[in-house]
C-alpha cells in the first residue's frame, strides 16, 4: 500500500513557476514509476510527466521543455518543476504510482493522491 500527498500547488502568473512535490509512504517507493497526472474543469484527465524508479522521464508534448520530473528516494518524494506557465496549464494535478516501467496511461497506476490544485493567471 503506498500513500500519496500532493503539495506545493498554487495561484501563479503566466510565465510563473511553481514545484509540486508528491510525499509518498511505503518502503517499496523506490520500485515505483512515478507519474503526475492533471485534469481541468470539464475535461478529461492527462498525463504530464513521469519517472521510472531508474530515473528514466517522460514528459507530455504540451509540457516538454517546460517541466521537469524528479525524485528523491531517500526522501519518498517526487517533484514537477513547472516554468513559463500558461493559462492552460490550469488543473487539479495529481500525483500516482505504478508497478510498471515508465507508463503514460493512467489506468496502469495503482496509487493516486488527492491532488493540488494550479491555477495560471493571464
Known amino acids: 500500500q503506498v500513500q500519496l500527498v500532493e503539495s506545493g500547488g498554487g495561484l501563479v502568473q503566466a510565465g510563473g513557476s511553481l514545484r509540486l512535490s508528491c510525499a509518498a509512504s511505503g518502503r517499496t517507493f523506490s520500485s515505483y514509476t512515478m507519474g503526475w497526472f492533471r485534469q481541468a474543469p470539464g475535461k478529461e484527465r492527462e498525463f504530464v510527466a513521469a519517472i521510472s524508479w531508474r530515473g528514466n522521464t517522460y514528459y507530455a508534448d504540451s509540457v516538454k521543455g517546460r517541466s521537469t520530473t524528479s525524485r528523491d528516494n531517500a526522501a519518498n518524494t517526487v517533484y514537477l518543476q513547472m516554468n513559463s506557465l500558461k493559462p492552460e496549464d490550469t488543473a487539479l494535478y495529481y500525483c500516482?504510482?505504478?508497478?510498471?516501467?515508465?507508463?503514460?496511461?493512467?489506468?496502469?497506476?495503482?496509487?493516486w493522491g488527492q491532488g493540488t490544485q494550479v491555477t495560471v493567471s493571464s
Open positions: 500516482a504510482a505504478s508497478s510498471r516501467r515508465g507508463t503514460k496511461y493512467s489506468d496502469d497506476y495503482d496509487y
